[in-house]
Each structure stands twice: as C-alpha cells, then as structure tokens.
C-alpha cells in the first residue's frame, strides 16, 4: 500500500468530473487500498478518488470511531433524498483546518458497487448520510466551500494559496 497525494483547494483538477469504473480487478483494488490507507492517515472520514489526481467514481468512506468499518462505493448514485434537511459543520481533508455548516438532505439511499463488483445499497443518516454526499460531490467536481457565500470561499482560497506559497500546510 501507499500513501497517496491529496489535491489541495483551489487546485483546478479537484473540478474535474469523474468517469465510471468499468474496469475492476488489481488495479482498482490497490487504489482502494491506497486511498483507505490515505484517509486513514489523513486522519479524515471519507476520500473521494477526485481528490488523490484519479478521476473516477471510487470514493471510501469510515466513519466509525474504531476506524474498522471501511466502505467502499464504486460508481456510486443517489436513488433517493429525503426533503428533511440538516446542517452539518463539514471539513475536507482537501481543505485542511477549515469547517463550516453545510445544508444537505438528512437521509439519503445509495446504490453502488464495491471493489470486486459487487452490487449494494445504503441507507443512511447523520455523519454517514452526509459523508456519501460531500464524497460524491467530489466526484462531480464540487469542494464543500462552493456551498458557501463567495466572500468566505475567496478568504479560504486566498488562506490556502497564502499557505502553499509559504510552504505551510495546516
């Protein structure tokens, strides 16, 4: 296994929309171990491949405490949302030591398939439910902070180049 580069924000390619998996096999296995070993050191509780340069839709998910419990969701889709909305203070291991409050459905259905092919579906709430959906926000090309006013998403750009030209990193 390998521990993998993490795009930073406002880096262009985390806007890139990613293709489906139609090849599964080693490959696609060493990338998820990869990217599980990744988020796990990260320390974070979901990776989305968008975000380590790979443009496809495989995103890894634990939210566990015990850090036991990895999913995995290739091709992933949204079969359903609930219209009860909720707030949750999110974080992005591609933007590091920034949160803030994003609205999103509260319960979402899920239909994937995991690293060998092998079709599932998920229903989830709370930190589960939200980390499905600002994973495969990812996947489209979407950053959590593009929920936010255009005022604070151009202080968190500005914060971050400011840090990468220093050679700092939160």
């Known amino acids: 296994m390998a521990l993998l580069n993490i795009l930073r924000y406002p880096d262009p390619r985390l806007h890139k929309v990613a293709k489906p998996v139609t090849e599964f096999g080693a490959r696609l296995e060493q990338l ?14 979901g990776l989305a491949a968008s975000q380590v340069d790979v443009h496809e839709r495989v995103v890894v998910i634990d939210v566990s405490e015990t ?10 889709e949204i079969v359903w949302a ?39 579906e998920v229903e989830a709430d709370g930190l589960l439910a939200v980390c499905i959906q ?19 998403r151009n202080r968190i750009k500005t914060k971050l180049l400011k840090e990468e030209r220093s050679g700092r990193r939160a």
Do not use: I, W
């Open 134 to 152: 600002h994973e495969m926000d990812h996947l489209m090309g979407k950053v959590f902070v593009e929920y936010l006013s255009p005022l604070k």
């Open 32 to 45: 998820v171990a990869d990217m599980a070993e990744t988020m796990y050191d990260a320390p974070g509780v």
């Open 67 to 76: 850090h036991d419990a990895l999913m995995v969701f290739v091709n992933p």
């Open 82 to 120: 609930s219209e009860e909305k909720q707030v949750y203070d999110e974080g992005c291991l591609s933007v590091p030591g920034v949160y803030d409050g994003v609205e999103r459905p509260a319960r979402v259905k899920v239909r994937a398939v995991d690293q060998f092919n092998k079709p599932f």
